[in-house]
């Protein structure tokens, strides 16, 4: 598959799709845009969480999404933002729009050769993470197809992402980076999976994070939640399932199945006693019983 763009110069530039979470950040979002910068081929959207944003003085190639659906009281829900980020930005897995997706948090301090860093790492890289826990991600369409969506069953902005990694770690291993330097957030600051030695810095500069802001404050009254949940999801304890490196999850729900149809069917729920079918709700692979043989 081609992704790239070409021009006058008879250069290939990459195609790449960047969408920024935002929720109350104003001068560090400001910040974020400047260092990402300008590239051809390169297009930049915001998921605006509170209010209505307007950039069009300030940064007119600047897309926004002003999510009116999210009320302005309500927590963060990365896992949600982030899947909005994906469809977005493929489109559709095997005619993917661009050759890879950038997620970032509005108030991550983006290194200025962020660009020139991403051109430059191994093509054997289908997902990369690097900053504070999800601060700054990077998907190929194919680590979607092989990994799946973001489990939105993780509703606030905590462990979505563990879960995550540890299904990468698990489903494309050499084809994983984890690059996360959130020791302060404990358990999962342990998880780390650089087979391919890059640096932090070449995509993130030291940050301003110091804490939650007030979106992840309100949602952490619900933490223990979903710390069950997890438990639940994987049978074990989060630093059990951190050290256990050949478990498997099988355990996804189908949230877009518009978009989901062409992710691996081993990513889903498994219908009892017909092994590779995905649970129901995708219609290419779901056949009434009638049907069945």
Aim: hydrophobic share 35%.
């Amino acid at each position: 598959m081609k992704y790239y763009l070409k021009n006058i110069f008879d250069k290939y530039i990459m195609n790449i799709r960047v969408f920024i979470v935002r929720y109350h950040e104003t001068d560090k979002l400001y910040t974020c845009l400047e260092n990402l910068g300008i590239h051809d081929g390169v297009s930049i959207t915001i998921i605006n969480n509170r209010g209505t944003l307007d950039l069009s003085d300030k940064f007119p190639h600047v897309n926004i999404i002003n999510n009116y659906a999210r009320p302005d009281w309500s927590t963060s829900n990365l896992a949600k933002n982030w899947n909005e980020a994906l469809v977005h930005g493929f489109e559709d897995l095997l005619k993917p729009a661009c050759e890879k997706v950038i997620a970032v948090q509005a108030d991550a301090r983006i290194n200025p050769e962020w660009y020139n860093n991403i051109l430059n790492i191994s093509p054997e890289i289908k997902f990369m993470s690097c900053g504070h826990g999800d601060e700054f991600l990077m998907f190929t369409p194919e680590c979607v197809i092989d990994v799946g969506m973001f489990d939105e069953r993780f509703s606030i902005s905590a462990l979505h992402e563990l879960d995550y990694y540890l299904r990468c770690r698990s489903r494309i291993p050499q084809h994983t980076c984890i690059i996360d330097v959130n020791s302060w957030a404990g358990t999962q600051g342990f998880l780390k999976h650089n087979i391919h030695g890059l640096s932090d810095t070449d995509f993130i500069l030291p940050t301003y994070k110091c804490g939650h802001n007030d979106e992840a404050k309100g949602g952490m009254h619900y933490h223990d939640n979903y710390i069950k949940y997890f438990e639940y999801k994987y049978g074990k304890g989060i630093d059990s399932a951190i050290s256990d490196t050949k478990y498997i999850s099988h355990t996804e729900h189908v949230h877009y199945p518009y978009f989901e149809k062409n992710i691996k069917s081993d990513v889903y729920i498994l219908e009892n006693n017909i092994e590779g079918e995905r649970v129901i709700g995708l219609l290419d692979t779901y056949k009434p019983p009638s049907q069945r043989s």
